[in-house]
């Protein structure tokens, strides 16, 4: 198994990974677009730095990941499937949340770049994963404006469980893949 220390936020890091895969496999003809950090608190409260920072790494990373994985798989015989990570937050925006104003983002992106390959008849799928909340330590890593602990709103899926929706999405392209999916 190779992996890649990499920062989506960076350009050169996300060809990085791209150019591993290829060197290790040959190919790739799935990617999915999966990074993400939050931050809780009153919009108010959260200095406008911290929010760049989230959008880089929420929308600047998701974006990043396209445009490399649809350069690879544009002109490749059987072409492929990009998978973006949002959230059922890309639909719906949350009390005191930036994230979903990033997740919307991702969508509206998204829906964007699938209508672009389509029109020039890429061969490459094109899903927006919205997820609801994943048993993770994601609370745990994200800024804390708040006087109590974060936490994420109930249902929380495993990871095992997302992934094999992705991993369906995959094999099976879908425009959209929202929790819980029976995978």
């Not at 990074?35 to 929010?51: F, M, Q």
């Not at 997820?131 to 990871?159: F, L, R, S």
């Not at 469980?161 to 999916?181: D, N």
């Amino acid at each position: 198994m190779e992996y890649v220390v990499a920062d989506v936020r960076e350009p050169e890091d996300i060809r990085t990974i791209s150019q591993t895969a290829q060197d290790a496999y040959g190919r790739f003809d799935t990617w999915v677009n999966c990074a993400a950090v939050s931050i809780y608190g009153k919009l108010r409260d959260i200095p406008p730095e911290d929010l760049k920072s989230q959008f880089d790494t929420n929308v600047w990373g998701v974006l990043y990941g396209s445009f490399e994985a649809a350069e690879q798989l544009r002109d490749r015989d059987g072409g492929g499937a990009i998978i973006n990570i949002g959230s059922i937050a890309s639909e719906r925006a949350f009390l005191m949340r930036s994230y979903s104003a990033s997740k919307h983002a991702v969508k509206g992106f998204t829906d964007a770049l699938r209508m672009a390959l389509e029109k020039e008849g890429a061969p490459i799928s094109i899903t927006l994963g919205k997820p609801a909340a994943i048993d993770t330590p994601y609370p745990e890593h994200a800024k804390n404006y708040m006087e109590q602990e974060a936490t994420v709103p109930a249902p929380v899926y495993a990871p095992e469980t997302v992934a094999r929706a992705i991993l369906h999405a995959a094999e099976e392209p879908q425009r959209e893949v929202t929790e819980p999916c029976a995978a």
